[in-house]
Every structure is written in C-alpha cells, then in structure tokens.
C-alpha cells in the first residue's frame, strides 16, 4: 500500500505518532478559507488518503445509536498548507 509507506515515513507528530495531514494544515481550522474536505465533507481531487470508517454515536428517543461515519487518514494533499 501506498499511503502506509508514506506515513511512516514523513507524518508524525512531535510524540512521534503518525497523524493525518489534516492536523498541521491551515485548511483544516480557517473557516474563510477551508478545503472541501473541511467545509463539506468532499475528497479533495488528486489527494493520497486512506479511508476508514469510524463508529460515532447519535441519540435518538434517547437511546445512543452506533453511527458509521466516512473518515480518511489524508497522507499527501495538493491544497495543504502548513499551519
Ligand atoms: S490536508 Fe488537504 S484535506 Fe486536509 S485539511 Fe489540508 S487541504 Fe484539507
């Protein structure tokens, strides 16, 4: 796989941990100036990412319901930016 050698090659954090790119990117927190992925949840065209579904939960009628949500660990992505 592609993206798992890049990870552990570049992306990790100062405790060393690899983390997707989302984290240190200034389109992931500038809400005038978010990425697709940021603003409405859209892939960003051309990025290098791994999908893998995360289990949220929801409360209805008062009962918490495990949620599948669509998530990526973004390993390259043209519109990153550092910050
Ligand atoms: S790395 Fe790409 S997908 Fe992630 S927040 Fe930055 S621009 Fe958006």
Redesign the pocket.
Known sequence: MKGIKKIHKGYKNILGRCE???FS????TNKFN?????SRLEP?EN?DAIKHDIIGQKMINRVMIDKKIESYF?VD?P???RG
């Open positions: 997707t790119l989302c990117c200034r389109h992931s978010a990425c697709s992925w940021a960003v990025w973004v992505c519109v990153f930016e």
